[in-house]
């Protein structure tokens, strides 16, 4: 994503990647609902989710915005842009719900 191209001065770029940076998921399946405490942070959501919004369309509103920038960032294979982000994040958001560690089985001896 070449930020001259789409008319977007460097300094516009940084600015709107320093938004993106601090975005969270308010709502839907990667929201505090299931990501607690507030949500993924939009650069962790899987570019097929991505891509449903850009099916069905982008809210309108900012973050319609920072998420179908975050879209076309990864859909160009540039995922890694967001790799510092993530670093000062702690790593990427789990997305995943965490899985049981303790198991219980059947006694089998009778």
Sequence with gaps: MN???NGMSPDDFRRLLGQIANARMPFGKFGPETVPPH??????LPIEY???FKERGF???PLGELLEAVYD???HGMDALFDPMRQQHGGRSKLRPQRKKKYEFPN???
């Design 108 to 110: 089998q001896e009778e």
């Design 3 to 5: 930020s001259e191209q």
């Design 50 to 52: 991505l891509a449903w």
């Design 59 to 61: 809210p309108k509103s």
């Design 39 to 44: 949500g993924a942070w939009i650069i962790d």
């Design 73 to 75: 960032i990864k859909s």
